[in-house]
């Protein structure tokens, strides 16, 4: 089948883009060929749902178009997932993934709910929505739900105080948003804003919209406002805000009367140990024999302790899951393939570093920051971190020994930046520090800072994993042989950020980039002073996000100049100048050592019901872009029968 094809302008340069309209199986063609779910017999026979060609879009998005090596399959089942807390349920939108636009698997935005969209100079964002698109209650979804979101919604005060998402802010400006008719949506900004379509695209996405029909009984521009703030004290609000936020809340699918468009819909009020997800009548997918998405019925969520997931994984009560499994459940899971009929399979991490260290640049500690804002010394520490033995000792040899930088197989990546002062060099380590004059030592051999201190360094941790804890005694017994000698000291999450954001954490561990698979129009602001969770620079990462309100003003030249190259991507239209910007912030990020990358590439053990289908034997398993399954659909995956899977 040939493929129709949209162009758009995205950065300033010209692509083909494929509109997955599914012109073939338009309206008519479903009604004569497409069998409808079992599922949906009782409803369809009282008139409670109107057939399926009533209920898709009149072009509905066909995933034969999208996928690679789609497996057409046949409707039922359900799909037994485990989660460690109730809040986990959210990963019904990450794993979901109905987006506006969305990540396919090349990494490459395609039209997701919207028929297609035109982008020109990453100024003006134009959307076509799909007709006869609609909620999962039976609403349909239009323009109007888009402008309710932004009139009604992002710019009242009550629900936003502080205005609009800060994702629609470039250079304090919001955009201009139109609404020409009930099927295009425009959103334009005086400058260019690369982050909008990724933000679209996010797990956790940007919602630009909101089932008007349904919220508008919350609000007091449509409603009541005395029986709504009666309402809001029964439901235990201060407010009817926080009583039309309770009930708006899309990503936390805590109310499981809220219409959605995605695959499954909540139908468990939290809190709940199993939650039943069932499938949206009004999903806007299909195949190429014209059955509607998902193939799937229900998805079941089970909530236990998370400490038990392995165990129960392996005891194959989850049909997929990724979630709370790490490597070091490996050899456990494959035990219990062939016993408890599921497939362990190893997908990659996409983190630059699995594990990286973080020099604190803006330690209280002055002469600690000193210390480590010399270059000759974050260079030595990482010549004096032993990969290789890390690797063998604690994944089994299975990861790439690496700087935290991009993957192998990344566009970006080059070898020497993969191996710039992360190949392990005792004595090249020993001459930087005795360089920078740190020659003095105590009794036990370490060498003394400049305040007559022994070189001592408390390294902090979330304390979420025995696998930093392995990864710390293995540095502690090499950074000795340096003459510096190193602690741990594990605390809840929030104690650590806080330890970290205060200047009081001299080094933590974490994971390291977060998107190791990047291309020229994503952001490249991970590598530049950004954000206050950037643990080498909090407090330069304050300062850029509050707008120089709070924070520290980044003072190192060589930081300077990342935040310069980042704000030259943003503005940048030009396609080989965003691929030169990336390819110098990646130069300095390495050359800097800014942080310590040990490993990249970690296989993660994804299990897998043998009788699965379409779940890809190999891939990312990543929170961003990937958002984990998302990409890659769960609503085409589907179960075979014992005499197909023969």
Same mark, same amino acid.
């Given at each position: ?313 392996? /005891? &194959? +009560? #989850? ?5 709370? *499994?790490? $490597?070091?459940?490996?050899?456990? @899971? =494959?035990? !219990?393939? %062939? ?122 941790? /979330? &304390? +979420? #994993? ?5 990864? *710390?005694? $293995?540095?502690?017994?090499?950074? @000795? =042989?340096? !003459?510096? %000698? ?143 399954? !998302? ?16």
């Amino acid at each position: 089948m040939s493929r129709p094809a949209n162009f758009f302008l995205l950065s300033g340069i010209i692509f083909c883009a494929h509109i997955l309209n599914a012109s073939v199986l338009n309206a008519g063609a479903l009604s004569a060929e497409s069998p409808e779910p079992d599922y949906f017999s009782e409803q369809l026979a009282s008139g409670k749902l109107p057939p399926m060609a009533q209920r898709v879009p009149e072009n509905p998005l066909l995933m034969d178009e999208t996928m690679n090596n789609l497996m057409p399959g046949t409707y039922g089942g359900k799909m037994n997932l485990l989660m460690g807390k109730d809040k986990d349920i959210r990963r019904m939108v990450v794993y979901g993934y109905s987006r506006i636009v969305g990540y396919n698997e090349s990494l490459e935005l395609i039209p997701d709910i919207v028929e297609s969209f035109e982008v020109h100079d990453n100024k003006e964002f134009i959307f076509h929505l799909r007709k006869g698109h609609r909620w999962s209650d039976g609403a349909p979804l239009t323009s109007e739900d888009f402008k309710y979101y932004w009139e009604d919604v992002a710019n009242n005060p009550e629900l936003n105080p502080f205005g609009p998402s800060k994702k629609l802010l470039i250079d304090e400006q919001l955009p201009v948003v139109e609404f020409p008719d009930a099927y295009t949506v425009i959103y334009r900004w005086q400058q260019p804003n690369p982050y909008f379509l990724p933000a679209l695209a996010a797990p956790s996405p940007l919602f630009i919209y909101q089932p008007k029909h349904y919220l508008t009984k919350f609000h007091p521009r449509y409603a009541d406002p005395q029986k709504l703030e009666a309402q809001a004290k029964q439901s235990g609000k201060r407010n009817w805000a926080g009583y039309y936020l309770k009930k708006a809340r899309q990503y936390k699918l805590t109310n499981p009367k809220l219409p959605s468009l995605q695959p499954w819909v909540n139908t468990t009020k939290p809190p709940a140990e199993r939650y039943v997800f069932k499938r949206n009548p009004y999903f806007h997918r299909v195949d190429v024999n014209g059955l509607q998405m998902p193939y799937i019925d229900e998805v079941i969520i089970n909530i236990v302790s998370s400490s038990l997931i392995p165990a129960k994984s392996g /005891a &194959g +009560e #989850s049909d997929l899951q990724g979630h709370y *499994l790490r $490597l070091d459940n490996y050899t456990f @899971l =494959k035990e !219990g393939e %062939k016993r408890n009929d599921y497939d362990v399979r190893l997908w990659r991490n996409i983190n630059g570093a699995h594990k990286a260290l973080y020099p604190n640049l803006n330690s209280s500690d002055l002469v600690w920051r000193e210390l480590v804002r010399d270059t000759r010394f974050r260079r030595a520490l990482s010549l004096g971190v032993d990969r290789h033995e890390i690797n063998q000792a604690v994944y089994f040899g299975l990861t790439n020994e690496s700087n935290n930088t991009v993957l192998p197989d990344s566009k970006f990546h080059n070898i020497d930046l993969q191996r710039r002062w992360a190949v392990y060099d005792p004595e090249r380590a020993n001459r930087l520090l005795d360089e920078m004059g740190l020659t003095e030592r105590n009794s036990k051999g370490l060498r003394l800072r400049p305040d007559r201190k022994p070189l001592e360094i408390i390294i902090h941790s /979330a &304390g +979420e #994993s025995t696998e930093e804890t392995d990864i *710390l005694e $293995l540095i502690h017994d090499s950074w @000795l =042989k340096l !003459g510096i %000698k190193i602690y741990s000291k594990p605390s809840q999450r929030q104690v650590f950020r806080e330890r970290i954001f205060s200047g009081e954490a001299m080094m933590s561990i974490w994971s390291g980039i977060e998107n190791g698979l990047p291309t020229a129009d994503m952001s490249p602001a991970e590598l530049a002073p950004t954000r206050q969770d950037q643990y080498q620079w909090p407090k330069w990462g304050q300062y850029y996000e509050t707008k120089g309100e709070i924070g520290e003003t980044p003072d190192m030249k060589e930081v300077q100049e990342l935040f310069e190259l980042n704000q030259s991507w943003r503005r940048s239209i030009d396609l080989s100048e965003r691929e030169q910007i990336w390819t110098k912030m990646l130069k300095n990020f390495c050359e800097q050592v800014y942080s310590i990358g040990i490993v990249n590439s970690v296989p993660q053990p994804i299990v897998v019901n043998r009788l699965l289908r379409n779940v890809p034997e190999k891939a990312i398993y990543a929170w961003s872009p990937t958002s984990y399954f !998302g990409v890659y659909h769960p609503d085409i995956f589907w179960f075979a029968t014992e005499q197909q899977a023969k």
